[in-house]
């Protein structure tokens, strides 16, 4: 086997690290989707549903990629397969979430009490978040596709 690279302890100890943090912000993103859902009229229901599914979807997400990092840490392909796995399914999730955000924020802040322009500036903020979540996925697939770190890991 190849000596370890950099970049597998990296993204080992990253992956470890926002698994546990991002899983754990998730879990709680559950509780406060399902108890919105049980206080919002009509409309935003279906809106706090999906968001409920998509927590908990990110915290699946979150123990794969925690996993992924155990493993790259051990040296085993199996990590940076399941970091790769974590890479496309985020991604995936990322545009689910965006998409919901889409349709569904629009109708939310529409109905908020509060100006226009706070309105809008809450929104430009959540859009914001939702690209800056693409980042992180992105880099994971660009350095866990490179030669050098699959070498290591075989």
Same mark, same amino acid.
């Given at each position: 086997?190849?000596?370890?690279?950099?970049?597998?302890?990296?993204?080992?100890?990253?992956?470890?690290?926002?698994?546990?943090i991002?899983?754990?912000?998730?879990?709680?993103?559950?509780?406060?989707?399902?108890?919105?859902?049980a206080? #919002? *009229?009509?409309? !935003?229901? @279906?809106?706090?549903?999906?968001?409920?599914?998509?927590? %908990?979807?990110? +915290?699946? $997400?979150? /123990?794969?990629?925690?996993?992924?990092?155990?493993?790259?840490?051990?040296?085993?392909?199996?990590?940076?397969?399941?970091?790769?796995?974590?890479?496309?399914?985020?991604?995936?999730?990322?545009?689910a979430?965006?998409?919901a955000?889409?349709?569904? #924020? *629009?109708?939310? !802040?529409s @109905?908020?009490?509060?100006?226009?322009?706070?309105?809008? %500036?809450?929104? +430009?903020? $959540?859009? /914001?978040?939702?690209?800056?979540?693409?980042?992180?996925?992105?880099?994971?697939?660009?350095?866990?596709?490179?030669?050098?770190?699959?070498?290591?890991?075989?």
């Amino acid at each position: 086997m190849a000596p370890q690279t950099k970049a597998s302890k990296v993204f080992g100890i990253l992956n470890i690290v926002f698994g546990v943090i991002c899983g754990g912000c998730s879990g709680f993103g559950i509780f406060a989707n399902l108890g919105a859902l049980a206080l #919002v *009229p009509g409309d !935003l229901k @279906t809106y706090f549903l999906i968001m409920s599914i998509i927590s %908990g979807l990110l +915290i699946l $997400m979150y /123990i794969l990629l925690l996993v992924g990092g155990i493993g790259l840490l051990m040296s085993r392909t199996w990590g940076r397969t399941l970091s790769l796995v974590y890479g496309v399914v985020a991604i995936l999730l990322n545009i689910a979430n965006l998409l919901a955000q889409t349709v569904f #924020v *629009p109708v939310s !802040l529409s @109905t908020s009490s509060g100006s226009e322009a706070e309105a809008i %500036g809450r929104g +430009i903020g $959540m859009m /914001i978040a939702m690209v800056v979540m693409f980042i992180y996925p992105i880099i994971v697939l660009v350095f866990m596709s490179k030669p050098n770190v699959k070498a290591a890991l075989k």
